[in-house]
């Protein structure tokens, strides 16, 4: 006996479900029906992300990985709109580093990429009116920024899946990184600042906002970090960050969560690195603890 699957997205409700069984050589058939329960959220507070998204949705048959695990075959969207009053920039930070934590394992990187690929598509769902996401991966092993895309409106998965091809993972080790003896976090917090201070054409900074301006001269930084745990990386002698950074932004650092002795994180560490940013850390790995996360950022930033 031959067993078969069908995975969909439902939403939470009541529904009858049909089977229809039918041998072509036979001409044998078989029917049944079946109500099928989906639990909703408890004390549900974020009804209106599924608002505008169908039913039911079937998953396609994909057979490349990482299509598999992005779903590009799902084109409904979350709502999650984020209206403020002052404008605001949200960055997406996607540290896809092929780190150390994965032990050279591609499995375990795939495991990884199952959370954070779902993840970044569900942040570039991110509508906001009164400001600007962009969407970004990292290589902190390499130092290098690996897929950029600015004023997303519709995420780029073609090119992000570049950067995450099976060539670029943890089994490949290039020259620079065998000369490495202990990778260190320090590109994603270049990067943070790099954003924070973005130069003219001219090379100057933008100047802060007066206390008599009406707007201010630049908007309000909400960056939204996805990784792994960081606890393989070497953090030292970093640079102070001038409080003056502070005043201008908030980090929301969600992290994959491993099961597991050998990495708990090393939350406090990334705090001291980011240091005097204010910075809110989320460990994530199920659905519930993804959405929980989008729920605090959506309703935070939606106070700015």
Same mark, same amino acid.
């Given at each position: ?69 992005? !779903? $590009?075959?799902?084109? %409904? ?6 209206? /403020?009053?002052?404008? *605001?920039?949200?960055? =997406? ?111 100057? !900074? $933008?100047?802060?906002? %007066? ?6 001269? /630049?908007?309000?930084? *909400?960056?939204?970090? =996805? ?35 050998y990495a708990t994180g090393a939350l406090g560490n990334v705090r001291k690195m980011l240091k005097p940013l204010q910075i809110h850390t989320f460990k994530v790995r199920s659905a519930e603890s993804v959405r929980e996360a989008l729920e605090r950022i959506v ?6």
């Open positions: 006996m031959s067993a078969s699957t069908w995975e969909a997205f439902a939403l939470p409700g009541d529904y009858k479900v049909s089977f229809l069984l039918y041998d072509k050589a036979s001409g044998e058939h078989s029917f049944a029906q079946h109500t099928l329960h989906v639990p909703g959220v408890k004390h549900d507070d974020f009804e209106e992300i599924w608002q505008g998204t169908p039913q039911w949705e079937f998953w396609g048959a994909l057979t490349e990985l990482r299509d598999n695990i992005y !779903r $590009p075959d799902i084109n %409904s969207h979350l709502h999650l709109v984020l209206t /403020t009053k002052n404008p *605001v920039q949200v960055d =997406v930070l996607a540290d896809l580093t092929p780190s150390d934590l994965f032990h050279g394992s591609a499995r375990f990187y795939s495991r990884f990429l199952s959370v954070a690929l779902p993840l970044v598509k569900d942040l570039s769902d991110i509508q906001v009116t009164n400001g600007t996401l962009n969407v970004s991966a990292l290589d902190l092993r390499q130092r290098r920024v690996t897929f950029e895309q600015d004023k997303v409106k519709s995420m780029n998965w073609a090119v992000l899946k570049s950067a995450v091809a099976p060539e670029n993972g943890p089994g490949m080790i290039d020259v620079r990184g065998l000369e490495v003896k202990q990778e260190r976090p320090d590109f994603l917090r270049d990067e943070i600042l790099r954003r924070l201070n973005p130069e003219g054409e001219d090379g100057s !900074r $933008p100047q802060p906002a %007066s206390a008599t301006s009406e707007k201010p001269a /630049t908007p309000f930084h *909400v960056f939204i970090v =996805v990784g792994s745990p960081m606890d393989f990386y070497a953090f030292r002698h970093f640079p102070s960050i001038d409080p003056a950074e502070a005043e201008n932004c908030v980090v929301y650092y969600l992290q994959y969560e491993v099961y597991g002795p309703k935070d930033v939606g106070q700015m």
